[in-house]
């Protein structure tokens, strides 16, 4: 019976006195951490997710065709706006090895991506090493972007977020087009119109050449013996071609008024410069 009893009584719960002082010291505890909460003391940091969704437009501003500008294109995926340092951007290729010197560029200290939102950013590479641009067509990187919540730059509240395996494409241009010229006036015997045109980019592109007058429609080209009043060719990528004697001539059409000929190319649609002559009559 007695060992019974011993069985009975270690079998027993706490007792109600130390019970309410648990439960005290427990609500306490609860107390004091909503009121860390309430008043900030204690930080809940807001979600933040951006995504790289892509890289495009792809440009070579030197002679080296090597890409050293492109943009990119990011989505915030959380309610929270979010602030990108300029550099913010970490490029590595697909073997780790990090590629330097890359930024944003724009002429502020930060650049605010609201919630919920896909903007389009350009990275221009700042270093004057080729080895740190991007082959076109060739290369595949990672992009990693680190963000901050709008107002902070406290590390502990940043995040950094890694791009799937992004190709690096095609440069389109620049073409530009010099005129080989001695003078700029003309008279009623035509105008030989001669000029250099280059193409560093990693695409061949259609060239136009088409001539207008101001006010009047008063002039036409000669090319290679036909009259045209536009010409379209084909510019190879990496290439400088020359234009010389005897394939572009501008003439006058008969009555034409005295003023400017206007000669514009362009890419497509997209007017690039125009050459502008004098009709002295």
């Known amino acids: 019976m007695k060992i019974i009893k011993k069985i009975y009584r270690k079998s027993r719960g706490i ?27 204690v930080n809940t940091p807001d979600p933040l997710k951006v995504e790289v969704v892509g890289i495009s437009n792809f440009e070579t501003t030197d002679s080296d065709f090597l890409i050293d500008q492109f943009s990119v294109t990011l989505e915030n995926k959380e309610r929270t706006n979010v602030q990108i340092e300029p550099n913010a951007f970490l490029l590595s290729f697909i073997n780790q090895t990090e590629i330097t010197g890359w930024s944003l560029d724009t002429g502020e200290d930060t650049i605010l991506l609201p919630a919920l939102n896909s903007e389009t950013f350009t990275l221009k590479c700042d270093s004057t090493s080729d080895q740190n641009e991007l082959t076109p067509n060739n290369d595949t990187i990672y992009i990693e972007v680190t963000i901050f919540p709008e107002g902070s730059t406290n ?65 036409y080209m000669i090319v290679n013996g036909e009259n045209k009043t536009q010409y379209s060719f084909t510019i190879a990528k990496y290439s400088t071609d020359t ?29 690039i410069d125009v050459i502008v002559l004098t009709y002295t009559g």
């Open 155 to 219: 590390p502990r509240n940043a995040k950094t977020f890694k791009s799937d395996i992004l190709i690096v494409g095609n440069t389109i241009g620049p073409v530009s087009l010099t005129p080989l010229l001695s003078t700029t006036e003309f008279g009623s015997a035509g105008f030989i119109l001669n000029f250099s045109v280059s193409n560093i980019g990693s695409t061949d592109l259609n060239l136009v050449l088409e001539i207008s007058a101001s006010p009047n429609e008063d002039f």
């Open 243 to 271: 234009f010389l004697v005897g394939i572009f001539t501008v003439k006058p059409k008969t009555g034409a008024a005295i003023g400017n000929c206007i000669i514009g190319y362009s890419i497509g649609t997209q007017a």
């Open 15 to 41: 007792s109600p006195v130390i019970a309410t002082i648990l439960l005290i010291g427990l609500t306490v505890i609860a107390g004091i951490a909503v009121a860390l909460v309430m008043f900030g003391i």
